[in-house]
């Protein structure tokens, strides 16, 4: 069954059905930008945003907002602050893009490098295993000032990485700065199955201050890099760059695209002018790279096509200008709204196979992705077909799967369809916790709540419920909380009927302490986050209909009564 050569005869007999869906464009904003340790003090971000008009009167939006910053002010009594609130410079994009329905998922802070995601309010149910991870590298690995942070999510199905990195500064450090991307590539791993590395993720974005310098260091002086931009001979000075030349190479980056800068250098000015500050070489040390792994699925092929590509000069506090990029994603599936809300998919016979058989029986060979050609030809099965067979042959994955693919004569076939061709896009964001109205919510006293958890739905080791005012910005901004009660740690102590009543639709109650305080006047929402403990991978599920709070009128005393 699973000779490669019978694999082959099948592949060439029933091929592949194209995917018909129509998918959905996805914007995604990037902003890098050294800020120099300067605060955000008397300058507007709208420009930077390319949000010059009024909210009222904003046409186009993007879907994300992405913003890495390099040297933000670490100091210890900075720290202290951003423990209890945002640091200065999220609470200033924060001004700017909550006025446009906009709400911070995710900030990782690292010393001076910072990365937030902000998110239009209408995507939020549809972000899945966000996770942070950072790696220092200054001092060999001891010292923060130099590394990376990153963020990684589900949009819609497509796995994103986003790396903020700020690499070894100087002309001479060329080694050092390859040294440094190496080690962030080998030392950020994360928690998702198949993307738990940088690079095995659907979209990788990887900007900051990666402080390439141009070659020639001693044949061609500060004022002559500044003569050739003054003459516009961009094209000429950008062959001198040092990460055009190591991607070249292959000796770093080398699995990242880059639209050449058309930009002047945007390191080194004078602080407060658009002058270069002739002590330090210009040079292009602020840039945006991606990636796109197009045949991580055998069903759609991915892109991301670079709209822009640009520097922003009249932004003088730092000695850097910060660099914007905007990318158009294939990353949503066009589909229908149920009552609840959620979205309804027409997937093809090839996605609906390959979902039956995850849900009825996550079994490894099933689950296994073909990441290369490589790795496909030296596959070894860890079950044979026989084995395999007996565990599902009579099982109502493979009766569905032959009743809505004609061209799938055995289940010989269809599981050897599922593993020479890797894995099948597929939106898990359909699967949302619902929670019924709340009528009222009563200060100082017990609340219980109800939600729904959908048949198919995988809850977390630590999943929870937060309390949030309606129209919340920011995914920290919870007054309250409550764990979830899961039955992962129970399951041993439940029959085979209780076992099966877990896994189908069903209601659940919750009660809130009478120690949680609300303020009066103001409404409020409960936010359901899936979530696998500290640090781990989150993501929100559910959000209820706003409600009001009350207290309760006190019962009047024996003496009042007349």
């Not at 590395?197 to 990788?204: A, K, L, Q, R």
């Not at 599920?541 to 009001?548: C, E, R």
Request: charged share 25%; proline share 4%.
């Amino acid at each position: 069954m699973f000779g490669r050569k019978s694999s082959k005869r099948r592949r060439k007999s029933y091929p592949v059905k194209q995917d018909h869906r129509t998918y959905n464009a996805c914007r995604i904003y990037i902003v890098t930008w050294n800020v120099s340790t300067k605060f955000p003090e008397n300058i507007s971000l709208n420009k930077l945003l390319g949000l010059e008009n009024r909210p009222e009167q904003d046409s186009y939006l993007p879907d994300f907002f992405v913003i890495g910053l390099q040297e933000v002010n670490a100091q210890p009594q900075n720290t202290l602050y951003n423990l209890f609130k945002d640091d200065q410079w999220t609470q200033k994009f924060k001004e700017v893009l909550k006025e446009r329905d906009y709400v911070v998922i995710k900030t990782e802070q690292m010393q001076g490098l910072l990365l937030s995601v902000f998110a239009r309010r209408k995507h939020l149910l549809h972000l899945r295993q966000v996770e942070t991870e950072y790696t220092r590298t200054g001092l060999g690995g001891i010292w923060g000032n130099k590394g990376a942070v990153s963020i990684r999510m589900n949009v819609y199905g497509s796995s994103i990485c986003l790396v903020n990195a700020h690499l070894a500064a100087h002309d001479h450090m060329l080694e050092e700065r390859i040294n440094d991307y190496e080690r962030i590539v080998q030392e950020q791993k994360f928690h998702v199955k198949a993307k738990e590395t940088i690079f095995d993720h659907d979209y990788v974005f990887w900007f900051g201050d990666l402080n390439f310098r141009l070659t020639g260091e001693a044949t061609t002086s500060a004022d002559e890099i500044r003569a050739m931009v003054a003459r516009d001979e961009l094209k000429q000075l950008i062959e001198k760059d040092q990460l055009l030349l190591v991607r070249r190479e292959g000796r770093a980056f080398a699995q990242l695209q880059e639209r050449l800068p058309q930009f002047p250098p945007t390191f080194k000015f004078e602080h407060g002018s658009n002058e270069y500050d002739m002590k330090r070489r210009p040079a292009w040390t602020d840039r945006i790279l991606y990636a796109v792994n197009e045949n991580n699925y055998r069903n759609v092929r991915l892109t991301a096509e670079q709209t822009s590509y640009k520097s922003h000069p009249s932004y003088s506090i730092s000695d850097h200008k910060p660099v914007t990029s905007e990318f158009t994603l294939k990353c949503s599936v066009e589909g229908s709204r149920d009552e609840n809300g959620n979205t309804q998919y027409a997937t093809t016979a090839t996605s609906r196979k390959l979902k039956t058989i995850r849900r009825k029986k996550r079994h490894p060979v099933a689950l296994h992705t073909a990441r290369t050609a490589e790795a496909r030809v030296n596959r070894k099965p860890q079950y044979s077909g026989e084995h395999f067979r007996k565990q599902h042959n009579n099982r109502l994955s493979y009766k569905l799967a032959m009743a809505n693919n004609t061209d799938v004569h055995s289940f010989d076939d269809l599981v050897t369809d599922l593993i020479d061709y890797g894995q099948v896009y597929e939106d898990t964001t359909e699967r949302t916790v619902s929670f019924k109205p709340i009528e009222l919510w009563l200060v100082g006293e017990p609340n219980t709540i109800e939600y729904v958890i959908p048949n198919g739905f995988e809850e977390g080791n630590a999943d929870w419920i937060g309390i949030y005012r309606e129209n919340f910005t920011s995914l920290s901004e919870y007054l309250a909380y409550e764990y979830t009660e899961t039955y992962k740690d129970k399951q041993h102590q439940l029959n085979e009927q209780q076992l099966q009543h877990m896994q189908n639709t069903r209601t659940v109650q919750l009660t809130f302490s009478e120690n949680v305080s609300l303020p009066l006047g103001t409404r409020y929402q409960l936010l359901y986050f899936q979530s696998t403990g500290t640090r781990g991978v989150t993501g929100l599920v559910g959000i209820s209909p706003a409600f009001a709070v009350e207290k309760r009128c006190p019962s009047p005393s024996f003496d009042e009564i007349d």
